[in-house]
């Protein structure tokens, strides 16, 4: 059976090459349940491996012939090997975290093959502090970085004694009769319609982005004056802005949300906006040290979800975040209280721009914001136009309280994310039980020595607490 692929997945799938992976990953860190024995990790591999049956997302891979008249498709795998997807692997000594997220960042680089559905998972043992480790990464023409959070979640319980919790790709309950209609109503559709679909959608995008004329008049305005706001025109070129190779290098940490929260209230600040301040100081360090950091303020990109525009909050909560603030991120700053104030105020602009706006006019403004950024790549004008931004930095919220597999805590989570061509450094952050993740993935070879940065955002941590005086 086959189905159409909407053109959002189309589009993520046709941009990726061998230089530009685009899946998105995950690092979940696990303690063992009191008692377990030597051979838990290989019962939890099992348990991984061994469902019962797998839910229809993780069945299904593209597909383009001449049966589908060109188009890319959906198509279910016959022939599908869950131990190509599930696998076990260990670490070497002295098994340290630096050994998971080097071999993380390996794993991270290799593309998903589209003749198998576009996912994997690794559980990984050989911590010495006794802790379980698993790596899944998931092509972002399946779900978004959300979605993949949330899939994990709903796997999760608060009960550290509820057993016989399914794997993520396991089915968990039998689709309702409507449901079941519907998917084969999908399955069965005419091929033929799915370029009509795409140009439907295109044309409902440009008739409500027609009635947008003031806030589209006003934002553009302010990208002509390098006054960013929802539209970034350039931004200064970095060693970031280059083109990029298919290595990737992860690093990741934590910091405990009150203690960021703190500095925030102290400066009439959001949480997020401190997250942002934090890789900003930590960016200006790191490329000073390099002798590349450049006069003017780097530009991050911000997405946002759609929600964006009813609370004017910038929030990856309820839904695909298809939005995006262009913010200056003060790097030209030296005090780490000016940076703050700075990205304070380009993110309220950003937002009030949004707010503005009605959530389709919203993606018809990211998609004007994202063109200077993937038109160049594509048309081989890397270098020659200035780029609209330098890099990626989102927040995406998770659970406030601890939650368990099957009797095994979770300890910590980490996002991987997507690096793309003339953007080398995606700074990706989750909150999770009272701690804020950091998960930095950067190109190999364009980004050296990241690890850095997670040294960097722990000064800044406290440069920020200095500066409001807590």
Same mark, same amino acid.
């Given at each position: 059976m086959v189905s159409p692929i909407d053109p959002t997945s189309t589009a993520f799938l046709l941009a990726e090459n061998r230089n530009q992976p685009m899946h998105v990953g995950g690092l979940q860190l696990f303690e063992k349940p009191e008692g377990a024995g030597r051979d838990y990790v290989r019962q939890m591999f099992e348990e991984m491996r061994d469902v019962d049956a797998i839910a229809p997302l993780f069945l299904k891979h593209p597909k383009r012939s001449v049966r589908t008249a060109g188009q890319l498709v959906w198509e279910n795998d016959d022939e599908f090997d869950i131990e190509h997807h599930v696998r076990h692997s260990a670490l070497p000594r002295p098994?340290?975290?630096?050994? #998971?997220?080097?071999?993380?960042?390996?794993?991270?680089?290799?593309? #998903?093959?589209?003749?198998? =559905?576009?996912?994997? %998972?690794?559980?990984?043992?050989?911590?010495?502090?006794?802790?379980?480790?698993?790596?899944?990464?998931t092509h972002h023409a399946l779900v978004d970085g959300i979605s993949a959070m949330r899939l994990i979640q709903s796997v999760l319980s608060t009960d550290p004694d509820k057993r016989g919790m399914p794997a993520p790709w396991g089915v968990r309950a039998a689709p309702?009769?409507? %449901? #079941?209609?519907?998917?084969? %109503? !999908?399955? !069965?559709?005419?091929?033929? !319609?799915? =370029?009509? +679909?795409? #140009?439907?959608? %295109?044309?409902?995008?440009t008739a409500e982005a027609a009635g947008m004329p003031g806030a589209f008049v006003r934002t553009l305005n302010k990208g002509i004056r390098n006054e960013t706001s929802a539209l970034s025109l350039f931004a200064p070129r970095t060693m970031f802005n280059r083109s990029i190779t298919g290595s990737r290098r992860f690093a990741a940490q934590d910091w405990p949300i009150e203690r960021l929260r703190a500095i925030g209230k102290a400066s009439g600040a959001t949480l997020n906006d401190v997250v942002l301040a934090m890789c900003s100081g930590a960016v200006r360090t790191y490329l000073l040290e390099l002798d590349a950091l450049p006069d003017t303020p780097l530009v991050a990109m911000v997405p946002v979800g759609l929600n964006a525009k009813q609370s004017q909050i910038a929030s990856a909560e309820g839904g695909n975040a298809v939005g995006a603030v262009m913010c200056k991120l003060g790097t030209d700053l030296a005090d780490p209280g000016d940076r703050l104030a700075a990205i304070h105020?380009? &993110?309220?602009?950003?937002?009030?721009?949004?707010?503005?706006?009605? =959530?389709? +006019?919203? &993606?018809? &403004?990211?998609?004007?914001? !994202?063109?200077p950024a993937i038109l160049p790549p594509l048309l081989k004008m890397q270098g020659i136009v200035r780029p609209p931004y330098n890099l990626i930095i989102s927040n995406v919220p998770g659970p406030r309280t601890t939650h368990y597999w099957n009797g095994a805590k979770l300890v910590g989570q980490y996002p991987l994310s997507i690096p793309i061509n003339g953007m080398a450094l995606n700074i990706t952050c989750t909150s999770y039980d009272g701690q804020m993740a950091f998960g930095l993935t950067g190109c190999r070879r364009t980004v050296p020595h990241l690890q850095r940065l997670l040294t960097h955002l722990d000064e800044e941590v406290v440069a920020l607490e200095q500066a409001a005086g807590v």
């Open positions: 098994g340290r975290v630096r050994e #998971l997220l080097e071999l993380c960042g390996r794993l991270h680089s290799t593309r #998903l093959a589209w003749e198998r =559905p576009l996912w994997e %998972a690794h559980v990984i043992e050989g911590l010495r502090d006794g802790r379980v480790a698993m790596y899944t990464k309702a009769r409507a %449901a #079941l209609a519907e998917e084969k %109503a !999908q399955e !069965q559709r005419d091929l033929a !319609q799915v =370029p009509i +679909q795409a #140009l439907r959608t %295109a044309f409902g995008i105020r380009s &993110m309220r602009e950003g937002k009030e721009a949004l707010s503005s706006m009605t =959530p389709i +006019q919203i &993606m018809a &403004m990211s998609a004007l914001g !994202q063109a």
